[in-house]
């Protein structure tokens, strides 16, 4: 089933778990895909949740072609404000070391209500499990902010803008 013109936003967090701190990300310019870079470490644990303003079901999440089981967040503020929030994990445990000058993308497509489908990618370097030197430095990333359009007649989601904050 196709959706009449619908806009949106979308707000992504993501969190280390064990230490309850959000990532951080760079701006690299032109020099890659994307301009911003989020930094990971392997052998870690992350915490996702994806807020939907407004409320707007999803089925599905991959990561990296992966399912990845999504709990919706029962929160009466959400219910009052018209949004619905979902959260997962993602573990980076068997990731390599990015080298030095490359990047790798991390995936979602997330299956919305009506089988319109939204595709998310983060560019990221990763960095070995326990080191800061690097993985901290920049700009904590607090949300990536995203406006959102459902286009009538089609069953994909365009992100019209994206801010990193």
Known sequence: MLVMATEFKLIFR???RAAGDVVCFKQDGQRF???HTVKLNTDT?????FTLKPAIYVDKLMINGELHKLELC????????????????YETV???VTKKGKRKELLFVLEL????YMKISLQCKLYKVGETDHSHWGQKLTTVDMDCKMEEGHNYVTIM???YL
């Open 14 to 16: 993501m969190t280390a």
């Open 33 to 35: 895909d994307q301009t």
């Open 45 to 49: 644990e992350y915490d996702l949740k």
């Open 74 to 89: 029962t929160d009466i503020k959400d219910e009052s404000e018209d949004v619905r929030t979902y959260r997962t994990q």
């Open 94 to 96: 068997g990731h390599d």
């Open 113 to 116: 209500e009506n089988g319109v």
């Open 161 to 163: 803008r994206e801010k």
